[in-house]
């Protein structure tokens, strides 16, 4: 009886430690911002796309980006968090090619060349409700292209420790070797969803997502569209139950405890 009322005040104990260092970072704060821009159309026309003036409604981009931080501006991870999040939403905006400093270069570069993007370019940054332990954000990225068959987007996943702001990987949580077992996991699973859809097994190779999140019902792996099946699929999900991965877990992994 001592031993389980040890446990228990244990668990209670560290669940508080948990709650605190979580509230310490303050409440999470999403900022929306939304401009639109319009080009010249002589500097539209001159797009090698045939047709250009028959396919679009407008001749202006619209872009809407969320910007992040937590209240409580005294807290050191809490900022390192937010600073990481808006930079890696910034780097969705524009391409690898383009070298920008601040959102003010972002939307200058937008407001010269916007015959040049989509026109509706979006960035969203939400919270995602997983492993108490960790702080989880997605960043979404969507649009659509004037004259493009269809829409696109994507999403990406973000991990970080509340206690010192360092994002988490693959690596916080499996070793190497067993990110390799691990895989091997995760793709007889997908194979086993692929009977339901035969004529996409051999659309590519399969890899381990570097977008996955813990929670009671297990990992889950999420991949975009075209990255492992056809656009038909949409973007497919892998569930892995705890019995499959808990054996693979790092000791010192923040999410070990969630899976007894």
Not at 118 to 128: A, D, G, M, R, W
Not at 143 to 154: I, L, N, Q, T, V
Not at 237 to 258: A, G, S, T, Y
Request: charged letters at 25%; one cysteine or more; aromatic letters at 14%.
């Amino acid at each position: 009886m001592k031993r389980h009322t040890t446990t228990f005040l244990f668990i209670l104990a560290s669940c508080c430690i948990v709650a605190q260092t979580r509230a310490s970072l303050g409440e999470f704060k999403v900022n929306h911002f939304e401009q639109q821009f319009c080009g010249r159309k002589d500097s539209l026309m001159q797009t090698n796309l045939d047709g250009l003036e028959n396919w679009c409604d407008t001749l202006c981009s619209k872009l809407t980006f969320d910007f992040v931080s937590f209240d409580n501006p005294t807290s050191l991870p809490g900022v390192l968090i937010a600073d990481q999040l808006n930079h890696y939403a910034l780097h969705k905006l524009l391409p690898e090619d383009l070298d920008y400093g601040t959102f003010h270069d972002v939307l200058l570069i937008y407001e010269r060349n916007s015959h040049l993007y989509s026109e509706e370019t979006n960035c969203s940054i939400n919270e995602v409700v997983g492993n108490p332990k960790i702080f989880s954000v997605s960043i979404g990225h969507d649009g659509y292209g004037c004259g493009a068959a269809h829409g696109y987007f994507e999403s990406d996943l973000y991990h970080f420790n509340p206690k010192d702001g360092a994002q988490l990987t693959w690596d916080d949580f499996f070793e190497a070797d067993q990110q390799i077992v691990l895989t091997i996991v995760a793709e007889e699973e997908w194979k086993k969803m692929l009977k339901e859809n035969e004529w996409a097994a051999d659309y590519g190779e399969f890899f381990l997502s570097d977008d996955f999140l813990f929670d009671e019902q297990g990992l889950h792996l999420f991949y975009d569209p075209y990255e492992i099946a056809p656009y038909a699929m949409g973007a497919p999900e892998i569930l892995l139950q705890p019995k499959d991965f808990r054996p693979l877990l790092r000791k010192d992994c923040l999410v070990r405890e969630l899976y007894p």
